[in-house]
């Protein structure tokens, strides 16, 4: 089952940036989906997902602010966060998911990313 660590949140101020990574312990390569969820408050929200193929999908209120990227020699998949808002403030949880019998649904411990006005 892969292991995940996330870094890279901290405190911004809106308009700015910041660059979100995720380590996994196995090649990204055979994860068959990863991707990246923020928890505002009580509920979750996916912020973006992207499959071993290279499709992404962007929830509505960060696409063409953020941008998800890999790195398959490092096992890495980043979250590039520009054009930051106060609402963007949340614990960002990296998630990978693999099918099969061999499958497994993994989370990072979250990374806290605030952003004020």
């Known amino acids: 089952q892969a292991q995940l660590v996330e870094s890279g949140g901290g405190l911004v101020q809106s308009g700015g940036s910041l660059r979100l990574s995720c380590a996994a312990s196995?090649?990204?390569?055979?994860?068959?989906?990863m991707g990246w969820y923020r928890h505002p408050g009580k509920q979750s929200e996916l912020v973006v997902s992207i499959t071993s193929g290279g499709s992404t999908t962007y929830t509505r209120s960060v696409k063409g602010r953020f941008t998800i990227s890999r790195d398959n020699a490092k096992n890495t998949v980043y979250l590039q966060m520009n054009s930051l808002k106060p609402e963007d403030t949340a614990v960002y949880y990296c998630n990978a998911k693999k099918s099969g019998c061999r499958g497994y649904d993994s989370w990072g411990q979250g990374t806290q990313v605030t952003v004020s006005s």
């Open positions: 196995e090649s990204i390569s055979s994860i068959d989906v």
